[in-house]
């Protein structure tokens, strides 16, 4: 117990009388490995688990508690079953395929992570805060490279960002000379599992480092024509502060493809959400009904055109998502039918035949 304490398991909600537990560090391809919190293994999935587990959400990801039996080749273990999540961070995989992708589990807090010298994008940031919300886990947001910017250009960022992140902590950090690096670490207290996201480039890696003190992940200069990061970190890793929190750094997102989030959205856009309850109407489409207080607040500037657009358009997004999901859900099923019933015709067939 006392070990599995340094990957997070006060912080778990599971009973501990199960035997052979152990949590994702890192996956590749088809191989685990994973830590009892005295040793790590290489892990690959049993047989049994194959067959029972259809959706690309029910394989382990990295920061998962399993179940796994140690094999007789030393350091080699067989993950059995993948215990319940208590938070999940999903996005819509990379591709075509309508498919769900588990970026991190278990995890507490998420480091929605941004640079302060390129490229700060709030309708970005939106994104991430609602996928947090739809996690389980809750937000922090933090603002790289405050070394390269000026104390003005600092607190106009953050007043830029609060207007987006309500009730959200904003914490601006360099790894260079390891300003506010104190206040991140206050999220970051034993046992405490936390996730840091974010595009390429923005720091990620080297706050990983600088939180580590030491080199545990490769960093890369950014491309100085268009200031985007280069996807240095290829996968994700769970690492372990010498405290005995437990971090994720999880390779750069090109753009954060929603796959589900419409009951958090009124987390994320309190401000509006709050006004809609204002509306005259109480089914108010905000258009152009009288005494709509959201088309009011438009006027005065108390609510942005761009903010409520952002709000509608991730509405329209998550909508459009679901309606994809139960789409491939419905063919899943059909492709489903259509296998067993060509078994059963096979096997009558066979029985007329004797
Ligand atoms: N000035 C300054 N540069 C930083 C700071 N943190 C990171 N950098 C630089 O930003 C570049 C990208 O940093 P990485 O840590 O590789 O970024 P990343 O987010 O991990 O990128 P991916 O692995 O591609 O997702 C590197 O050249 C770092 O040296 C900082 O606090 N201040
Ligand atoms: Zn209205």
């Given at each position: 117990?006392?070990?599995?304490?340094?990957?997070?398991?006060?912080n778990?909600?599971h009973?501990t009388?199960l035997?052979?537990?152990?949590?994702?560090?890192?996956?590749?391809?088809n191989?685990?490995?994973?830590?009892?919190?005295?040793?790590?293994?290489l892990?690959?999935?049993?047989?049994?688990?194959?067959?029972?587990?259809?959706s690309?959400?029910?394989?382990?990801?990295?920061?998962?508690?399993v179940e796994?039996q140690?094999?007789?080749?030393e350091?080699?273990a067989?993950?059995?079953?993948?215990l319940?999540?208590?938070?999940?961070f999903?996005?819509?995989?990379?591709g075509?395929?309508t498919?769900?992708q588990i970026v991190a589990?278990?995890m507490d807090?998420?480091?929605?992570?941004n640079?302060l010298?390129?490229?700060?994008?709030v309708?970005?940031?939106?994104?991430?805060?609602l996928?947090t919300?739809?996690?389980?886990?809750?937000?922090?947001?933090v603002?790289t490279?405050?070394d390269?910017?000026?104390?003005?250009?600092?607190e106009?960022?953050i007043?830029?960002?609060e207007e987006?992140?309500?009730g959200?902590?904003?914490?601006?950090?360099?790894?260079?000379?390891?300003?506010g690096?104190?206040?991140?670490m206050?999220y970051?207290?034993?046992?405490r599992t936390?996730?840091?996201l974010g595009?390429?480039?923005?720091?990620?890696?080297?706050?990983?480092?600088?939180l580590?003190g030491?080199?545990?992940q490769?960093?890369?200069e950014?491309?100085?024509?268009?200031?985007?990061?280069?996807?240095?970190?290829t996968?994700r890793e769970m690492f372990?502060?010498p405290?005995?929190?437990l971090?994720?750094?999880?390779?750069?997102?090109?753009e954060?493809?929603l796959?589900d989030g419409e009951?958090s959205?009124?987390?994320t856009?309190q401000?509006v959400e709050?006004?809609?309850?204002?509306c005259r109407?109480t089914?108010?489409?905000h258009?152009?009904?009288?005494?709509?207080?959201?088309q009011?607040?438009?006027?005065t500037g108390e609510l942005?055109?761009a903010?409520f657009?952002?709000?509608?358009?991730l509405?329209?997004?998550?909508?459009?998502?679901?309606?994809k999901?139960?789409?491939?859900?419905?063919q899943?099923e059909?492709?489903?039918?259509?296998?067993?019933?060509?078994?059963?015709?096979e096997?009558?067939k066979?029985h007329?035949?004797?």
């Amino acid at each position: 117990m006392n070990n599995l304490c340094k990957l997070g398991w006060e912080n778990s909600n599971h009973s501990t009388n199960l035997e052979h537990l152990a949590r994702v560090i890192t996956v590749q391809k088809n191989s685990y490995r994973i830590s009892d919190g005295k040793m790590e293994y290489l892990a690959h999935l049993s047989g049994k688990f194959l067959n029972e587990t259809n959706s690309t959400m029910d394989y382990p990801a990295v920061g998962d508690w399993v179940e796994a039996q140690k094999l007789e080749e030393e350091k080699k273990a067989v993950i059995r079953r993948v215990l319940p999540r208590k938070s999940q961070f999903v996005r819509q995989a990379a591709g075509l395929k309508t498919e769900a992708q588990i970026v991190a589990a278990n995890m507490d807090t998420v480091f929605i992570v941004n640079s302060l010298n390129h490229d700060l994008n709030v309708r970005r940031i939106e994104r991430y805060v609602l996928a947090t919300y739809d996690s389980g886990a809750t937000p922090v947001i933090v603002l790289t490279k405050k070394d390269a910017c000026s104390q003005e250009e600092v607190e106009a960022a953050i007043a830029t960002v609060e207007e987006v992140a309500i009730g959200i902590p904003i914490i601006a950090v360099s790894s260079v000379s390891k300003d506010g690096v104190a206040e991140l670490m206050e999220y970051l207290p034993a046992g405490r599992t936390v996730t840091l996201l974010g595009s390429s480039g923005v720091g990620k890696s080297t706050l990983v480092n600088t939180l580590l003190g030491k080199e545990v992940q490769d960093t890369k200069e950014i491309r100085e024509s268009d200031s985007r990061g280069r996807h240095t970190t290829t996968h994700r890793e769970m690492f372990s502060l010498p405290n005995g929190a437990l971090l994720i750094d999880t390779p750069g997102m090109r753009e954060l493809q929603l796959w589900d989030g419409e009951s958090s959205i009124d987390t994320t856009f309190q401000d509006v959400e709050q006004l809609t309850t204002e509306c005259r109407f109480t089914d108010c489409r905000h258009d152009t009904e009288p005494g709509c207080r959201v088309q009011e607040a438009l006027a005065t500037g108390e609510l942005s055109e761009a903010r409520f657009e952002s709000y509608l358009k991730l509405q329209r997004e998550l909508a459009y998502e679901k309606r994809k999901q139960n789409q491939k859900a419905k063919q899943d099923e059909k492709s489903r039918w259509k296998h067993i019933s060509k078994f059963q015709k096979e096997h009558y067939k066979y029985h007329k035949k004797r």
